[in-house]
């Protein structure tokens, strides 16, 4: 088992920043994938941006390529996303989510086997 707990959510005024966290406990495989996906109200969950633990990869949604930035930090099993440039329409609840035993990232949400709680984020116009 595996569980992630997610911080960092908030409202913010567009072109803004915020950081989320999201740090993992339990069994951890020595390949695996931390991703960030988020679902606004009516919509689909969406890929946000997956990094590859074992071989360092990022992958980010075209949404928010070049505004946000996933990171991590070993020794806390920790992955951040930085968003910067934050618009109105990045308002959504965030999901943190781990894909255990993979090497390069799915950008399918249905790939992942652990998710976190969920934060919120909400961007002012």
């Known amino acids: 088992q595996v569980q992630l707990v997610e911080s960092g959510g908030g409202l913010v005024q567009a072109g803004g920043s915020l950081r989320l966290s999201c740090a993992a406990s339990?069994?951890?495989?020595?390949?695996?994938?931390m991703g960030w996906f988020r679902q606004a109200p009516g919509k689909e969950r969406e890929f946000v941006a997956a990094?590859?633990?074992?071989?360092?990869?990022?992958y980010y949604g075209d949404s928010v390529k070049g505004r946000f930035t996933i990171s991590r930090d070993d020794a806390k099993n920790t992955v951040y996303l930085q968003m910067n440039t934050l618009k109105p329409e990045d308002t959504a609840v965030y999901y943190c989510?781990?894909?255990?035993?993979?090497?390069?990232?799915?950008?399918?949400?249905?790939?992942?086997?652990?998710w976190g709680q969920g934060t919120q984020v909400t961007v002012s116009s």
């Open positions: 339990g069994r951890l495989f020595s390949n695996y994938v």
């Open positions: 989510a781990s894909d255990q035993g993979r090497v390069v990232a799915s950008r399918n949400a249905n790939e992942y086997d652990y």
């Open positions: 990094i590859s633990w074992s071989i360092g990869h990022l």
